[in-house]
């Protein structure tokens, strides 16, 4: 139930991004002033999530949900570094694959059912 409603939270916070970008490109730096607390936030809901999809793995799930988690809070850490140094060509599409991964991730995870329950085929 915790790694669910971190992976909810994460993707939907990590969904704001893009919309914060477009505010500022819109021509208003408030948009940046949204777009740079929330990338911060957003590396430490990633880190949430890696410690809680750890846990949940050692105590018997399913290891893809850390695996995955890993991945994406190195490259939400990659994405702030890239984009206080304004490397906007690696920033932008690597913006765009952590939005999806994110997102499926949470599908992902509220899909599964709780370790220990059997599937009833149908």
Do not use: K
């Not at 809680?52 to 995955?68: E, K, L």
């Not at 690696?90 to 949470?106: D, E, K, S």
């Amino acid at each position: 139930m915790v790694l669910r409603v971190t992976a909810g939270l994460h993707a939907v916070v990590i969904c704001l991004q893009p919309v914060f970008a477009g505010i500022y490109l819109d021509g208003s730096p408030g948009g940046m002033r949204m777009h740079e607390p929330t990338g911060l936030a957003i590396v430490f809901l990633g880190l949430a999530q890696l410690l809680v999809a750890t846990i949940w793995w050692r105590a018997g799930g399913r290891w893809q949900a850390a695996a995955v988690s890993l991945l994406i809070w190195v490259g939400e850490v990659v994405q702030v570094s890239m984009g206080y140094s304004r490397q906007l060509a690696i920033h932008i599409p690597l913006g765009i694959a952590l939005v999806a991964t994110t997102v499926a991730l949470a599908f992902w995870i509220n899909r599964r059912r709780p370790a220990g329950r059997e599937q009833v085929a149908a």
